[in-house]
């Protein structure tokens, strides 16, 4: 069974910058993306960016220009790199990773690592 863990999250100042990181262990050569999402106190879970096998990434407006998603040589770890942080950015930031087994898709989340941003 594959598992998701993330890391890098912090607190830090406006306009500062941050690493996240998603770490997938078991089934890493299934992978059929990563997504990461979000989710502020209080509001619903918002989607952030993802990344395909591919290479293909997306970002959500809100984060366009300022987050890239990118990830290592293994593809075992894929990482947020979040810059020009601000205070709407705090939130605790999740990974979603897509693994396919047999033509069935199944998600696996981590436990979520927190992000906060002071003005």
């Known amino acids: 069974q594959a598992q998701v863990q993330e890391s890098g999250g912090g607190s830090v100042q406006a306009g500062g910058s941050l690493r996240l990181s998603c770490t997938a262990h078991?089934?890493?050569?299934?992978?059929?993306?990563v997504d990461w999402h979000r989710q502020a106190a209080g509001n619903q879970r918002e989607w952030v960016s993802y990344m395909r096998p591919d290479g293909s990434t997306s970002y959500a407006d809100s984060v366009k220009g300022r987050f890239t998603i990118s990830k290592d040589k293994t593809g075992d770890t894929v990482y947020l790199q979040m810059n020009s942080l601000k205070p709407e950015d705090t939130a605790m930031y999740y990974c979603?990773?897509?693994?396919?087994?047999?033509?069935?898709?199944?998600?696996?989340w981590g436990q979520g690592t927190q992000v906060t941003v002071s003005s």
């Open positions: 979603e990773l897509c693994v396919l087994l047999e033509g069935i898709q199944y998600k696996y």
């Open positions: 078991g089934f890493t050569s299934n992978i059929c993306g």
